[in-house]
């Protein structure tokens, strides 16, 4: 008689192959899928003003990914991302309205010329490290900035450039429901692509980079190629988003842009989690809706003393810098790895449940 058929038991890998995929287990992969789903029904269900927030996420998280692969992965920093987000803005207008480029054409075009503008200031950057680079990051930021300020048959100069509505093989998108889905295409391959790299031999370099560069020095690492390739890929994504951002808004202007923008790129992974794909979805979502919760707050509590008290009506644009400015500080002091980690913490608790000790 046969015996019992033993099934395994716990959560173990005993192949590399295993231990780098994607989904861990079959449920996590259909989660993933449902997910996917039900972001798909969003234009049915929610209204205008919901989609746009939800676009802005899309958008931003991308940025946000490629400065974590900079920051997270590889241990570098950044606080002139936002220039790259608005270099790649600026490119795709130019490119589609220039030449005979469809802006289907013109995102990722203006994606590989950031990229390359991101190689630039990755060479010497690569060679620097803590406060030093630091400094040359804002450099960057600045100088870009004050090319787009001069190059009028660029970016326009003091005047803001236009740029036409997303459109493939003659058919525009137009409004937030039409354009959701281009977003949400762009967010689904950029963080396919990102999870797939990490599984690579280069994303594991770049990990080797940030944990021990000494080490991965020794191990025959070129140190300075992965800290300039992190420079290029960051940049990449971060133009691929602000051509998004500029074919989603049809105007391209660099108020709002500046160091501020940068900070909040930092906020969204730092919120997040340093090194986390989903976290860095998880960090701009927080970012993104805090100002609006806040915005929701100040309505709630109108005529109240706190109101009356703080003006929020007149001062809250103030409390917004202020509560994200705390909120990052109590994370890096609380939860420095961020919100992913949290999530980890709460699947492990209901995975094992009751027996969660």
């Known amino acids: 008689m046969a015996g019992p058929t033993l099934i395994p038991a716990g959560d173990f890998r005993s192949t590399y192959a295993e231990d780098t995929t994607i989904f861990p287990t079959r449920t996590s992969r259909n989660m993933a899928i449902c997910g996917i789903a ?10 205008e003003y919901w989609l746009s927030i939800l676009i802005q996420i899309g958008i931003f998280s991308i940025a ?12 570098q920093i950044s606080i002139g991302h ?52 630091v400094i040359a990051t804002l450099a960057a930021q600045y100088i870009l900035l004050d090319f787009f300020s001069r190059a009028e048959w660029f970016s ?45 031999r280069d994303g594991r370099a770049l990990v080797a980079v940030r944990d021990h560069y000494l080490s991965a020095e020794i191990m025959g690492i070129n140190l300075t190629k992965y800290r ?42 730092i919120i997040g989690g340093t090194g986390s794909i989903m976290g860095t979805l998880m960090g701009t979502a927080f970012v993104v809706l805090l100002p609006e919760s806040m915005e929701w707050m100040s309505h709630l509590l109108k005529g109240s003393s706190i109101d009356k008290a703080l003006s929020l009506n007149t001062n809250i644009s103030f409390l917004r810098e202020i509560a994200i400015g705390l909120i990052i500080i109590a994370f890096l002091m609380f939860e420095p790895d961020g919100l992913a980690h949290r999530w980890r913490q709460i699947k492990a608790y209901w995975k094992l449940y009751p027996f969660s000790h």
């Open 38 to 47: 039900l972001a798909c029904l969003a234009p049915l269900v929610f209204s």
């Open 64 to 75: 946000a990914l490629g400065l974590n692969i900079l920051v997270g992965f590889t241990g």
């Open 82 to 133: 936002a220039a790259f987000f608005l270099f790649g803005a600026f490119t795709s207008a130019y490119l589609n309205n220039n030449f005979p480029i469809p802006v289907f054409f013109a995102i990722p075009l203006a994606g590989a010329v950031t990229a390359l503008v991101g190689l630039v200031f990755g060479v010497p950057a690569a060679r620097l490290k803590g406060l030093y680079l």
């Open 156 to 200: 326009g100069g003091s005047v803001p450039a236009s740029a036409n509505p997303f459109s493939i093989f003659g058919y525009v998108f137009r409004g937030d429901r039409q354009y959701f889905y281009v977003v949400l295409a762009y967010v689904l391959i950029s963080f396919l692509l990102v999870t797939n790299l990490m599984r690579t």
């Open 228 to 269: 300039t390739l992190s420079f290029g890929l960051a940049a990449f994504f971060a133009g691929i988003a602000g051509a998004l951002y500029a074919h989603y808004q049809l105007v391209v202007s660099q108020e709002g842009f500046g160091i501020e923008r940068s900070v909040l790129f930092l906020a969204m992974i």
